[in-house]
């Protein structure tokens, strides 16, 4: 299926901005199922995701330009923001919209480190994993928050729940994407606590059909954000 979608850039100076809703595809080779990273991306852009994220932690410089080069292409074309994760110094070569850092990547490069390296026309966005962890994050120079672990995910050891999730909606001042373990079946659960934007990894990238998927997290994102009003 090829779903219908209407893209356009909204951009501070030169910088894009993360709309809400966003739908926000978290990519790793390792989670693919065996199929190609740029093939899963090609059909989620299909199916209209607004931000793709480069997340390989196991490749080497050589291969995360090679496939970083054809993502940020991708991205281009189709109005996608590209978003490489860990490496500041990547994103600015690959001239990614933006970089995403953990909070244990920030030990390693300090933000202001991370802002001098991307410049202020590119995107930096911040893990958060606790409600305190978010309102220190909440000011910092970042341009959006992810929150979670959600749900239980394979990828983290714990979760967070969604008890605190209307706290950081009232109190964020910038866009926030919650993330980890995130489903067609508990998406309503995020959409009732007032949640606007997702980031998954494998719900859309395990996906027998990943333009459909994409295309139906999309619609119920359109959805939510008219109901959470
Ligand atoms: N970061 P899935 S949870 C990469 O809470 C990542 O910061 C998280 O994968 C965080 O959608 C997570 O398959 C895994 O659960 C998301």
């Not at 590209?82 to 933006?98: C, K, M, Q, R, S």
């Not at 969604?162 to 067609?184: H, M, Q, S, Y």
Request: proline share 3%; with cysteine.
């Amino acid at each position: 299926m090829r779903a219908f979608c209407l893209r356009y850039e909204m951009r501070v100076h030169n910088k894009k901005i993360i709309g809400e809703p966003s739908l926000y595809l978290v990519l790793s080779e390792e989670y693919g199922a065996g199929r190609s990273v740029m093939s899963i991306a090609e059909e989620a852009v299909a199916g209209g995701i607004d931000i793709l994220q480069m997340r390989e932690k196991h490749k080497s410089r050589e291969d995360l330009l090679r496939l970083g080069s054809a993502l940020g292409e991708l991205c281009r074309k189709n109005k996608v923001t590209f978003i490489v994760n860990d490496d500041p110094l990547l994103a600015a070569e690959l001239d990614a919209d933006g970089v995403h850092m953990g909070q244990k990547d920030l030990q390693r490069c300090p933000l202001d480190e991370v802002r001098r390296i991307i410049g202020i026309d590119r995107i930096i966005g911040l893990s958060t994993h606790s409600l305190e962890q978010f309102q220190r994050a909440n000011t910092l120079d970042v341009d959006y928050l992810a929150f979670g672990p959600i749900f239980p995910t394979q990828t983290k050891d714990y979760s967070i729940g969604t008890a605190d999730i209307r706290e950081t909606l009232r109190v964020a001042l910038k866009p926030v994407v919650f993330i980890g373990g995130v489903n067609t079946a508990n998406l309503g659960i995020l959409l009732k606590e007032g949640a606007a934007s997702m980031a998954l990894i494998r719900d859309i990238m395990q996906a027998d059909d990943v333009a459909s998927r994409t295309a139906w997290y999309k619609s119920q994102l359109a959805k939510g954000g008219i109901n959470a009003k």
